[in-house]
């Protein structure tokens, strides 16, 4: 572990001064006194430790939540809202290489996925394979509280816009340019709070149950 933190360090590190990745894993692996052949037996390219600092990200805001004893007794909405407080602060600790990775990610994407701008590649894959596994447990638990209505054709769509979501945000955190990036915070708010009123129960559904139940007794 702390030989990969220290891969991990130096490679940030580098992209930070350079503004680009490494030309050479011999060169990068013997500024470590490492051997080429050590340095794969942790990754396998450049971009491989990219996707294991996003997914580091993940894990870490997760574990922080996960750790205090408050978070247990939320609700699923106040559980996603802590999450992604807890995960831009953890963003904004290194909002120097975010900004970078995210640049280089959206600009190899050509500005394809949502809103033109969301980057969609290999890069963020073991982030996003990891918070599905969270928002599919969110929704399931969301599901027993009565928080989350299941509905036929839609509810398996639910993580994909729960991701959706998380890209918008870090979308956002990285043009905020307000004080104290205050103007994120009310956009989590606001995106958590719009997104479980539409996946919630409504009117729409109860009429629906009536409708089901008048077909079902005419």
């Given at each position: 572990?702390e030989?990969?933190?220290?891969i ?13 990745q ?23 390219s450049?971009d491989?430790?990219e ?11 997760k ?5 205090d ?5 939320y ?56 918070f ?9 638990e ?13 509810t ?7 991701w ?31 997104t ?10 109860t ?12």
């Amino acid at each position: 572990m702390e030989m990969l933190e220290k891969i991990r360090k130096a490679y940030t590190e580098y992209v930070l001064e350079n503004g680009k990745q490494p030309t050479s894993v011999f060169q990068f692996a013997k500024k470590l006194k490492l051997t080429e052949a050590d340095f794969y037996t942790h990754y396998t390219s450049f971009d491989a430790i990219e996707a294991d600092v996003w997914l580091a990200f993940f894990t870490d805001a997760k574990a922080t939540v996960d750790a205090d004893e408050t978070y247990q007794s939320y609700s699923v909405r106040e559980k996603l809202l802590a999450f992604y407080y807890t995960w831009i602060e953890l963003l904004k600790a290194q909002r120097s290489f975010v900004v970078y990775s995210y640049g280089r990610l959206r600009a190899e994407s050509k500005g394809q996925g949502l809103r033109g701008m969301t980057p969609k590649a290999p890069v963020l894959n073991a982030f996003k394979d990891e918070f599905f596994d969270f928002a599919r447990d969110l929704l399931a638990e969301g599901r027993e509280s009565k928080e989350v209505e299941p509905r036929p054709f839609i509810t398996d769509r639910y993580p994909n816009a729960l991701w959706g979501q998380t890209l918008y945000l870090l979308d956002f955190w990285v043009r905020d340019v307000s004080k104290n990036f205050e103007k994120t915070d009310s956009a989590i708010e606001k995106s958590v709070n719009t997104t479980f009123d539409l996946i919630g129960r409504s009117p729409l559904d109860t009429l629906f149950d009536f409708a089901k139940f008048m077909y079902q007794n005419k």
